[in-house]
């Protein structure tokens, strides 16, 4: 399994925006599907934003035209830009790798929206 360590999570207002980063460890992760998952409270995890190892890039459709992910392959990390904020996208945030039938998760990262 990879390990993943996420960062950039906090406290936004409205319209704002914040940029997660998640360090992945291992020396194949080109070779992973990395994607970005959220949680907020009394709700199930639910897909953001992948990135397929071909680089083919799906979001969900509430964050899209205002999510970008990204990955940075020199520093074995992905992230994602998120503007626009929006009190519903209160959640914690967790980074995912696949590969074959390994599924990693990071620890999560909390971003709260709110005035």
């Known amino acids: 399994q990879v390990q993943l360590v996420e960062s950039g999570g906090g406290l936004v207002q409205p319209g704002g925006s914040l940029r997660l980063s998640c360090a992945a460890s291992g020396r194949i992760f080109s070779f992973y599907a990395m994607g970005w998952y959220r949680q907020a409270p009394g709700k199930q995890r639910e897909l953001v934003a992948v990135?397929?190892?071909?680089?083919?890039?799906n979001y969900a459709d509430s964050v899209k035209g205002r999510f970008t992910i990204s990955r940075d392959y020199a520093r074995n990390t992905v992230y994602l830009q998120m503007n626009s904020l929006k009190p519903e996208d209160t959640a914690v945030y967790y980074c995912n790798a696949k590969i074959g039938l390994s599924d990693s998760w990071g620890q999560g990262t909390q971003v709260t929206v709110s005035s």
């Open positions: 990135e397929s190892s071909g680089g083919k890039i």
